[in-house]
């Protein structure tokens, strides 16, 4: 599976978009990029994920550059309760494949 | 929405006993994984189980730990003789196998003292 670079940390204003950015340059073409967060230790929840096209969902988006090796993951609202620690994952698609956890971006949102 | 529940939430056991932790995957759901966060540390995969056999099991995973299906709603880890350094949140994943994500259990906490 292709390597991730994500900051260490971020902040973010509450009510202010959040915006995660994540490297994958070494991405092949039937990987796809997924995000997670985990809020303290908690189990890590799925956010969204996307092969080329940028997707949406009711939680967040994600933006995947045209050469696919980088991508921003969107929180438009920000809220107190999404301070958390943000994985961005590349995994081959299809079958028993497993995710592999960096050390992700500590997002703090304040008031 | 359907979700993966583990049990116990928090475990505390004395060293070199045996530990069972058990998880209800998702119930159309046909990989299933389990993987350790030591406190302060990165999530780490340990085993992956499909069609009652092991996919694929991480250097972590030596025969200390076993993973069974032992029925058809059920799946566990064992851990034969815990060390201390076994003591760690313990998630259950499940998965339908295409692109579709994986869904964690909120963990075990597991003490080994």
């Known amino acids: 599976d292709a390597k991730t670079t994500q900051p260490p940390s971020m902040d973010c204003a509450e009510g202010r978009a959040a915006n995660l950015p994540c490297n994958h340059s070494?991405?092949?073409?039937?990987?796809?990029v997924y995000w997670y967060r985990q809020i303290h230790s908690q189990g890590p929840q799925y956010i969204i994920h996307?092969?080329?096209n940028n997707e949406t969902n009711e939680m967040a988006s994600l933006i995947i550059t045209e050469d696919r090796k980088s991508s921003t993951l969107i929180l438009p609202h920000a809220t107190l309760r999404d301070t958390a620690v943000y994985y961005c994952?590349?995994?081959?698609?299809?079958?028993?494949?497993?995710?592999?956890f960096g050390a992700g971006t500590r997002l703090a949102v304040h008031p | 929405e359907p979700e993966v529940t583990q049990t116990p939430s928090h475990q505390v056991t004395q060293m070199g006993q045996e530990v069972i932790l058990r998880c209800v995957p998702i119930s159309n759901h046909l990989y299933f994984y389990w993987y350790r966060q030591i406190l302060g540390q990165k999530v780490e995969f340990l085993v992956s189980f499909y069609n009652n056999e092991i996919s694929e099991k991480s250097e972590i995973f030596d025969d200390q730990f076993s993973v069974e299906r032992p029925d058809g709603s059920n799946f566990t880890l064992k851990i034969r003789s815990t060390k201390l350094e076994d003591s760690a949140m313990y998630f259950c994943?499940?998965?339908?196998?295409?692109?579709?994500?994986?869904?964690f259990g909120n963990g075990t906490r597991l003490t080994v003292t």
């Open positions: 070494t991405i092949s073409g039937n990987e796809y």
């Open positions: 994943a499940s998965g339908t196998g295409d692109n579709s994500p994986l869904h």
């Open positions: 994952i590349v995994r081959i698609s299809g079958g028993y494949n497993k995710l592999i």
């Open positions: 996307g092969l080329k």
